[in-house]
C-alpha cells in the first residue's frame, strides 16, 4: 500500500537553527499539505501546497516557514531560525484531490519529532 | 464554520461494539463526515468517510441520519490495538484544510 514518508523521524536542533523536513507524497496524489502537532494538544494546519504554490496557508505558517518540492518526489518544510516552542511533530499529508472539503481524503506521514533546545 | 463535537473519551472491552458520536450542527449541503484514527506518536489514519445514510468498509461503519447534524462511527468488535483518538471531521467551505478537535480517545481493556 502507498504510503507517505518523512523524514528525519527525529530532528534535534539548537534555538536559532534552520531545518528541513523532508516528505515524500504518494506517487499520484496532487495535493499537499503540512500539519504540526504539540505535545498533547490538537493536529494544527499549517499549509496546503498545489501546482507548485501554497494554497491556503494558517496563521501560524508566517515567515519563519517556507515549503517547497523541489523535484518531482519530494516536499519539504523550511522553518528558518527555530524556537522552542517550535518543538513538535511535523506531519506531511497528500490527497489525491481537492474540493473543498468534500471527499477530501488526506494520507498523513508518520510524522517528524523536532525538538528545539 | 461547521464544528463538531465529541465526547473526550470512552472506554470499552476487547470483543464490544464502540459507537462513537459525533455532532456538527452546521454542516454544509456538500460537506462530507470523515474519521480519523491516530496513535500516539503517529500521524492521522483515515478510516472512513461517508455523506449520508451508512458507509461500511473493513474496519468500521458509519451511519448518517437524515438531517446529517450528527454521524456515528461504529467499530465491531474492538481489540486492544483499537485503543486510540478518534477524530470526527467536517467539510470547511472552501478550504482543503482538515481542521481537527480535541477528538475521542478511546480505552479498550483486556
Known amino acids: 500500500e502507498p504510503e507517505v514518508t518523512q523524514t528525519p523521524s527525529h530532528q534535534v536542533t539548537q534555538m536559532g537553527q534552520e531545518v528541513i523536513l523532508r516528505c515524500v507524497p504518494i506517487?499520484?496524489?496532487?495535493?499537499f499539505y503540512w500539519y504540526r502537532q504539540i505535545l498533547g494538544q490538537k493536529v494544527e494546519f499549517l499549509v496546503s501546497f498545489y501546482n507548485n504554490e501554497i494554497s491556503e496557508k494558517s496563521e501560524i505558517f508566517d515567515d519563519q516557514f517556507s515549503v517547497e518540492r523541489p523535484d518531482g518526489s519530494n516536499f519539504t518544510l523550511k522553518i528558518r531560525s527555530t524556537k522552542l516552542e517550535d518543538s513538535a511533530m511535523y506531519f506531511c499529508?497528500?490527497?489525491?484531490?481537492?474540493?473543498?472539503?468534500?471527499?477530501?481524503?488526506?494520507?498523513f506521514g508518520a510524522g517528524t519529532r523536532l525538538s528545539v533546545l | 464554520l461547521a464544528k463538531t463535537t465529541q465526547p473526550i473519551s470512552m472506554d470499552s472491552y476487547e470483543g464490544q461494539e464502540v459507537n462513537i458520536t459525533c455532532s456538527h450542527n452546521?454542516?454544509?449541503?456538500?460537506?462530507?463526515i470523515t474519521w480519523y484514527q491516530q496513535f500516539p506518536s503517529q500521524g492521522p489514519r483515515f478510516i472512513i468517510q461517508?455523506?449520508?445514510t451508512k458507509v461500511t468498509n473493513e474496519v468500521a461503519s458509519l451511519f448518517i441520519p437524515a438531517d446529517r447534524k450528527s454521524s456515528t462511527l461504529s467499530l465491531p468488535r474492538v481489540s486492544l490495538s483499537d485503543t486510540a483518538v478518534y477524530y470526527c471531521?467536517?467539510?470547511?467551505?472552501?478550504?482543503?484544510?482538515?481542521?481537527f478537535g480535541t477528538g475521542t480517545r478511546l480505552q479498550v481493556f483486556p
Open positions: 506517487s499520484n496524489h496532487l495535493y
Open positions: 461517508g455523506y449520508k
Open positions: 452546521n454542516i454544509a449541503t456538500n460537506d462530507y
Open positions: 471531521l467536517v467539510g470547511e467551505g472552501d478550504t482543503d484544510k482538515l481542521i
Open positions: 499529508a497528500s490527497s489525491p484531490f481537492t474540493s473543498g472539503g468534500v471527499e477530501n481524503i488526506q494520507y
